[in-house]
Structures are given as structure tokens and as C-alpha cells.
């Protein structure tokens, strides 16, 4: 399985709205005792992952998890953009995720999620 796809496999765990495609498709992907943080929750293993992602799926039906830029890695470590899109065409703010992945590359070990875009930093602050 390309990174890509392994990515794509993940944030499409995130989106099938039928519990037993989710998880195959996430089982597919994530390591024996992986992690997922973001700002709203720690999860260790496959099913406290699955378990926030149908809470995720109940408050918001139909929802989907769309990757909006290349997988880009290096020593392991992936990180890709995405945004959370409604079925009406709405979204939230994009967010980062930073993938750990296993030494072959196959799995993912941890992620770790941000929400929104970066805040930029004042060139004038009379700081180096």
C-alpha cells in the first residue's frame, strides 16, 4: 500500500458512515495500540479511536474527512492537511495531522491532529 493510500484508507475511516466498513478500513491501517490525539480527546487503540469517531459521525451525519494536500514524510513521520466537510457543502476549520508510522511504513502508530490554520507571527515585534 502506497503512504497515500495508507492516508487515504485512514481519512476514509473517518468518513463511512456504515460502523463495520469504519472499521476495516481503519484495522487496515492503524498499528496494535496507536494513538490519536487532537484538542478534544486521547485515544488509545483501534476501538477508543472508533468509539470518538461514531460520536463524531452521530453529531454530525454524513460528514467526511477529505485530505486537501500532498502526504508529504520523512524519517517516519507523515503529515497531511484536511477539512472536516458537511453534507451541505460546509466545513469547519482545516486541520494538520502528523502520522507516526511503523518502520515499514505500512501503519500508523500515533496521530496527532491540529484545528485551524497556523496563527502567523508578527514581523514587527522588534524580536530575532
Request: net charge neutral; proline share 5%.
Amino acid at each position: 500500500m502506497s503512504l497515500t493510500h495508507l492516508i487515504d484508507t485512514y481519512c476514509a475511516s473517518w468518513s463511512d458512515q456504515d460502523a463495520q466498513r469504519r472499521r476495516t478500513l481503519l484495522l487496515s491501517v492503524w498499528n496494535d495500540g496507536a494513538t490519536y490525539s487532537d484538542p478534544t480527546v486521547h485515544a488509545t487503540g483501534a476501538e477508543e479511536l472508533l468509539a470518538h469517531i461514531a460520536g463524531i459521525q452521530a453529531r454530525y451525519p454524513g460528514a467526511r474527512i477529505i485530505r486537501t494536500s500532498d502526504v508529504d514524510v520523512h524519517h517516519g513521520v507523515a503529515r497531511f492537511a484536511w477539512r472536516f466537510a458537511l453534507p451541505d457543502g460546509s466545513s469547519f476549520p482545516e486541520g494538520l495531522d502528523i502520522a507516526f508510522l511503523d518502520p515499514g511504513q505500512r501503519r500508523i502508530t500515533r496521530i496527532t491532529g491540529f484545528f485551524g490554520p497556523l496563527a502567523s507571527v508578527s514581523r514587527n515585534s522588534g524580536t530575532a
